[in-house]
């Protein structure tokens, strides 16, 4: 670790538990390393193309690497998939662990471990990589579910860089009662709201309850046709951004052919800023994923149809 430059900034994933652990704990190995704290930036996923200003030193976890940030001075610690070779950059990368247990092996290093950080980071592990047959998978996605309530930087005001803070909060109990009530509502509401964006792809609208939850239900519901399944997010200013899920590995090479990427069967995008609307975004998807002549008129027809049934 001792060739590792000291960062101006660490840049992290905004969106979820793995991007807000692995950030916080490369803030921890900075402070070991070099005695500062060193500010952590949450961006959205693919952000380079926007980034205003590249600092000539930085550290960057759980966001995937790209040409763009292939910077001598820069180290990237992610596990998505990908088929850039870095050239001038430090990336560490391993597809089978989260972000946040390769950060925390570089933090073992200098010796920055614990029990309750071993803990965070294996409940972590088992939320991001969504290892649903684990039998802490539950209460992992309570603690997932934590950042996706309160998102990143209210919980990072919350408790700061002090990580072990997390571990058994009492925001828990609450995590779980949305768990256990919300959940099977909102699954419900999404299996009546399922658009078709081709004839092998279908948006989930969605209201209340884990997203994440109820779209690996509806994928191992041998009654949904779809092989992946689309949800989308937009803040008040921001773009409307795209997830993507499947079973056998098609949504990675969906979110390609959008701009995204992630992995084979947990992928994403951020949609043109043209595309304002939910709506808007069904009706894109369905042009650049099965652009068939007469096929826009079509869209258009269905999905106002669904936006007026759903309510929206």
């Known amino acids: ?168 909060h009492p925001l828990l109990a609450l995590m779980k009662q949305k768990r256990l009530v919300e959940d099977p509502i909102g699954l419900e509401w999404s299996r009546q709201n399922i658009h078709e964006v081709t004839d092998r792809v279908g948006y989930v609208a969605t209201s209340i309850g884990d997203t994440n939850y109820i779209v690996h239900q509806l994928l191992n519901d041998p009654e949904q046709k779809y092989e992946a399944l689309i949800t989308f997010f937009k803040k008040p200013s921001g773009p409307v951004t795209a997830s993507i899920r499947s079973q056998n590995g098609e949504a990675l090479g969906l979110a390609k052919k959008l701009q995204g990427g992630g992995h084979p069967n947990a992928a994403g995008t951020t949609l043109p800023r043209s595309v304002t609307t939910f709506e808007g975004a069904v009706a894109y998807l369905g042009q650049v994923l099965a652009p068939v002549k007469g096929r826009e008129t079509e869209k258009a027809t269905g999905t106002e149809a669904l936006f007026e049934s759903a309510g929206f």
């Not at 590792?4 to 803030?27: K, S």
């Not at 597809?95 to 029990?115: F, M, P, R």
């Not at 939320?127 to 998102?151: G, I, M």
């Open 1 to 168: 670790m001792s060739e590792l430059p000291q960062p101006e900034i660490i840049f992290t994933h905004e969106g979820d538990l793995d991007g807000f652990v692995a950030g916080c704990l490369l803030q921890r190995l900075a402070e070991l390393k070099f005695g500062l704290s060193i500010k952590v930036e949450p961006l959205s996923a693919n952000p380079w193309p926007g980034l205003k200003r590249f600092p000539k030193q930085a550290w960057v976890s759980d966001l995937s690497f790209d040409p763009k940030i292939d910077r001598s001075g820069w180290m990237i610690v992610d596990h998505h998939t990908t088929e850039s070779t870095p050239r001038s950059a430090n990336l560490i990368h391993n597809v089978s662990h989260s972000a946040s247990k390769l950060c925390y092996q570089l933090l073992l290093k200098e010796g920055g471990g614990n029990d309750r950080l071993n803990r965070l980071v294996e409940l972590t592990d088992i939320a991001d990589l969504y290892l649903s047959d684990h039998p802490e998978f539950d209460v992992a996605s309570d603690y997932a579910r934590l950042v996706k309530t309160y998102h990143f930087r209210s919980l990072y005001r919350l408790i700061g860089s002090d990580l072990e803070r997390l571990v058994d």
